[in-house]
């Protein structure tokens, strides 16, 4: 079933260490998107990519690096986590920018 | 990127037809209008998109005014389980710099 993957579905993670969430899509969607969503609120773009090869900062890229080497894979890296990234995680990806998205599962992370 | 303005939350009875308006006063020329719907727990879905006048699909219509300053997304004979948060969107397809930004939303609530 073609779709869009997201992995682990949970993490725990110690404060310092570093973790890579992973996202794949078989749409061969040019743009893709990562998002962090908090309990009750609304999401906030962290990084997005509109084509493979690019990327491009978010409303909240602090302590978040993406990479996009090809069109299926778009990885997001916590390079030292804090507690404040404790958080549910989404993935996207759209033909086009603003086009209809298709959204992952989501990760749950909690950073202790 | 247009900002967009909608209700914290609505509250409606089953069998009953449900309009969120929207509002984007500085909404751009080449800018679509798109409404997600979220579910605890899952990422957002697509619901609609339009440019202009008015779309419909077999979930909702979207009415779009002459000046596009502002759009309704109507929900008919909404059930419990059209309950969620519903985000509307606005952006621009084919910008190379673009990027899907959520608002905080409109939670609406069904009762029986």
């Known amino acids: 079933i073609a779709g869009i993957t997201q992995a682990p579905t949970s993490q725990i993670l110690a404060a310092g260490r570093r973790m890579t969430l992973r996202c794949t899509q078989d749409?061969?969607?040019?743009?893709m998107y990562w998002y962090r969503q908090d309990l009750g609120l609304g999401l906030r773009l962290i990084h997005y990519?509109?084509?493979?090869?690019?990327?491009g900062k978010g409303e909240v890229p602090d302590g978040y690096s993406v990479s996009r080497a090809n069109t299926d894979d778009f990885p997001l890296t916590l390079a030292s986590a804090v507690p404040s990234q404790t958080s549910v995680y989404f993935c996207?990806?759209?033909?086009?920018?603003?086009?209809?998205?298709?959204f992952g599962q989501g990760t749950r992370l909690t950073v202790v | 990127l247009a900002k967009t303005t909608q209700p914290i939350s609505m509250d409606s009875y089953e069998g009953q037809e449900v309009n969120i308006t929207c509002s984007h006063n500085?909404?751009?020329?080449?800018?679509?209008i798109t409404w997600y719907q979220q579910f605890p727990s899952q990422g957002p879905r697509f619901i609609i998109q339009?440019?202009?006048t008015k779309v419909t699909n077999e979930v909702a219509s979207l009415f779009i005014p002459a000046d596009r300053k502002s759009s309704t997304l109507s929900l008919p004979r909404v059930s419990l389980s059209d309950t969620a948060v519903y985000y509307c969107?606005?952006?621009?397809?084919?910008?190379?710099?673009?990027?899907?930004?959520f608002g905080s939303g409109t939670r609406l609530s069904i009762r029986p």
């Open positions: 339009g440019y202009k």
């Open positions: 969107l606005v952006g621009d397809a084919y910008s190379s710099a673009s990027k899907i930004i």
């Open positions: 996207a990806s759209s033909m086009q920018t603003n086009t209809e998205a298709f």
């Open positions: 500085n909404i751009a020329t080449n800018d679509y």
């Open positions: 990519s509109n084509t493979a090869g690019t990327t």
């Open positions: 749409m061969r969607h040019n743009a």
